[in-house]
């Protein structure tokens, strides 16, 4: 009895299965078409450039879509599965041929800056554009009814090992691959390890990327959140949504008063306020104030007990601490807690006390101690999105060995990202998770969220 389902091959002829996810290539394409992308980018990213030949811009474009959406681990396996139907693969973006890796990688090493700011802008406007998850898209309610928006800029780092080479008077210098998109990097990790920095940011309530900047090594870190901050009042503006009443979390990283300077700056254009912000401080000598010893040596503001580790921190709420004698001042909430057996790997020891600090300008009328921390703890969704990010399109795997090129291919990376949410949502289509901050009888902050 046979199953109709079932085909056997006999034929010795190689006959390759269809990729799995070359109708998801299809309906992306049809959607990049329809919506006029793939005629802005081959109309407005441009570069002066030597001979590719038969190839153009849109045909390196269309390869590295196929790559982000397609899930294979590396750029050979990608072409090696999609060979055999390379002519049907192009005739979706309405191309003829197929270029080799060798090409692309070629292509990507001439990538100059202007092109690839070119290809960001497409990007943003493309995000601005439509608004599936409704506009605004999500939101948080402070205990006033006072609604904000939460983003996420933080740095992720990818490695890239270097073997040992000699280095002998009669040598001539090591020439390294990676000399273009990567530095010596503070990753703790192996010897002859360098790095690059990508600099990325979030929309909290949609997980939906806004921008990505990258650098070799540690990055450049101020510049980069400079330039995210225009990003995010670029967003805000198109929302027609107040620039003072968006929320950035950051991490130790920015947590000291030159970067929060940067941040919290009026814009030199228009006048127009800072977002707000939570950050965890890296500055504990301000612990040292005799202001704060003093308010240390008082009653806690409120108690907390971490829901999953139970770990229980006492909350000390102090307003105005002037970071430096001309920097920035702002709400200082101090989180000591009895220290464990092993060194922490976050915040001061004194005397068997682990002291955290955190700051923000987030009003105390609208917001306790508790609220502030959990708003910080909770970073762990952009953690969980960066992880997703790794296991479903490995944002940070090497496709370039320069700057610009990797740039350009990250950001094609996080446009399909945006676009297969925004697919989700088409299909079926979800309300937006609003939390919204409310007292119990016992006045202890409670979280009532609805999707």
């Not at 009669?170 to 273009?180: C, E, G, K």
């Not at 229980?312 to 105005?320: G, P, V």
């Not at 999105?385 to 990376?413: C, H, K, M, P, Y």
């Amino acid at each position: 009895m046979t199953d109709p389902v079932v085909q056997i091959q006999v034929d010795p002829t190689n006959s390759p299965s269809t990729p799995p996810w070359f109708g998801e290539v299809a309906v992306v394409t049809h959607a990049l078409q329809r919506h006029g992308i793939l005629k802005a980018i081959e109309e407005r990213v441009r570069f002066v450039r030597a001979r590719m030949g038969k190839y153009e811009l849109i045909d390196f474009v269309a390869m590295l879509i196929g790559y982000a959406v397609s899930g294979e681990p590396t750029l050979r396996a990608f072409c090696e599965r999609v060979q055999p139907f390379a002519s049907a693969f192009m005739a979706l973006f309405g191309r003829a041929d197929f270029p080799t890796p060798p090409t692309l990688s070629r292509y990507l090493a001439v990538l100059d800056q202007p092109c690839v700011e070119a290809l960001r802008t497409l990007f943003l406007e493309d995000l601005l554009a439509r608004s599936p998850f409704g506009t605004p898209p999500g939101g948080l309610w402070d205990r006033l009814g006072g609604q904000w928006l939460l983003m996420d800029v933080d740095g992720t780092k990818q490695a890239a090992r270097q073997r040992a080479l000699p280095a002998t008077p009669d040598l001539p210098p090591a020439h390294r691959r990676f000399d273009r998109v990567c530095a010596p990097g503070h990753l703790g990790r192996k010897r002859g390890e360098v790095a690059r920095t990508r600099t990325t940011i979030l929309q909290a309530h949609t997980h939906q990327w806004v921008g990505t900047f990258g650098n070799p090594g540690n990055g450049h870190y101020r510049h980069e959140l400079k330039r995210a901050r225009s990003v995010i009042a670029t967003y805000a503006h198109a929302l027609s949504f107040p620039l003072s009443r968006v929320i950035i979390r950051l991490d130790g990283l920015y947590g000291d008063a030159a970067p929060l300077a940067d941040l919290l700056a009026n814009d030199p254009d228009g006048g127009t306020e800072g977002p707000a912000v939570v950050v965890r401080g890296k500055a504990y000598h301000l612990s040292e104030q005799p202001a704060i010893q003093q308010r240390l040596k008082l009653p806690p503001d409120q108690v907390t007990v971490h829901p999953e580790s139970g770990a229980s921190r006492a909350l000390y709420d102090c307003e105005q601490i002037q970071l430096t004698p001309t920097g920035p001042a702002m709400r200082m909430l101090g989180a000591p807690h009895p220290a464990g057996s092993s060194r922490p790997p976050i915040g001061k020891v004194r005397e068997g006390t682990v002291y955290e600090q955190f700051f923000t300008t987030l009003p105390s009328s609208a917001f306790t101690p508790a609220d502030v921390l959990d708003l910080y703890l909770h970073r762990g969704s952009f953690e969980t999105v960066l992880a997703d990010e790794d296991e479903e399109q490995a944002v940070d795997r090497w496709v370039s060995r320069t700057q610009w090129g990797q740039e350009f291919w990250q950001i094609i990376n996080q446009w399909m990202w945006n676009l297969r949410l925004e697919f989700g949502q088409q299909a079926q289509a979800t309300t937006m998770r609003v939390t919204g901050l409310a007292y119990s009888q016992v006045q202890e902050p409670i979280y009532a969220s609805s999707r």
